[in-house]
T-cell receptor, first 111, second 119 residues
Framework: GQSLEQPSEVTAVEGAIVQINCTYQTSGFYGLSWYQQHDGGAPTFLSYNALDGLEETGRFSSFLSRSDSYGYLLLQELQMKDSASYFCAATANTGGFKTIFGAGTRLFVKA | KAGVTQTPRYLIKTRGQQVTLSCSPISGHRSVSWYQQTPGQGLQFLFEYFSETQRNKGNFPGRFSGRQFSNSRSEMNVSTLELGDSALYLC??????????????????FGPGTRLLVL
């Protein structure tokens, strides 16, 4: 089957660092992506990992361990505008690329 | 470059009716995927089209169908609507693998969605 697990909610304070974990069970796994979605908005792409290791994009970093079927999104120097839902998504190559999303993690950033 | 567009943005229907939603991908993108999003359920994959062919399908009943036209525009249709079909329907396009357009094929670009309410 295809499934991803991530925490439903995370709360952190402004200026702090927060890590959102994601574990996956995906046959034909190709890579792990992260998307951000603000209330009422569409998901927007944040980061992608195809290989093990850390990818850094400004305040956001994403990590992947293929052997552990695990990844995380790291958000540094949290700002109030980072309050949103964050989705991990596994891309699988099943004769065509298919992307399966986790249920999302709601991040609340407090002052 | 214009983003992914979806029409209509909002729709109210009653049980038993059918509905057709439209999606225009980013110019040059031939892959279009559809997702259903309900509170607490994340994004559930419906299907993906590439060059007018359905390439992948999620676990939805046959009431959910789609198609893609030669200009890569896509439509999805839901027949015999049920209350549980109330959701945000998102479409996303992605660059072709190996294409000279910018972006990676793993990156999906989402439209604003169509919010469907079934009464």
């Amino acid at each position: 089957g295809q499934s991803l697990e991530q925490p439903s909610e995370v709360t952190a304070v402004e200026g702090a660092i927060v890590q959102i974990n994601c574990t996956y069970q995906t046959s034909g796994f190709y890579g792990l992506s992260w998307y951000q979605q603000h209330d009422g908005g569409a998901p927007t792409f944040l980061s992608y990992n195809a290989l093990d290791g850390l990818e850094e994009t400004g305040r956001f970093s994403s990590f992947l361990s293929r052997s552990d079927s695990y990844g995380y999104l790291l958000l540094q120097e949290l700002q109030m505008k980072d309050s949103a839902s964050y989705f991990c998504a596994a891309t699988a190559n099943t004769g065509g690329f298919k992307t399966i999303f986790g249920a999302g993690t709601r991040l609340f950033v407090k002052a | 470059k214009a983003g992914v567009t979806q029409t209509p943005r909002y729709l109210i229907k009653t049980r038993g009716q059918q509905v057709t939603l439209s999606c225009s991908p980013i110019s040059g993108h031939r892959s279009v995927s559809w997702y259903q999003q309900t509170p607490g359920q994340g994004l559930q994959f419906l299907f993906e089209y590439f060059s007018e062919t359905q390439r992948n399908k999620g676990n939805f009943p046959g009431r959910f169908s789609g198609r893609q036209f030669s200009n890569s525009r896509s439509e999805m249709n839901v027949s015999t609507l049920e209350l549980g079909d109330s959701a945000l329907y998102l479409c996303a396009s992605r660059p072709d693998r190996g294409a000279r357009t910018s972006g990676r094929p793993e990156t999906q670009y989402f439209g604003p969605g169509t919010r469907l309410l079934v009464l």
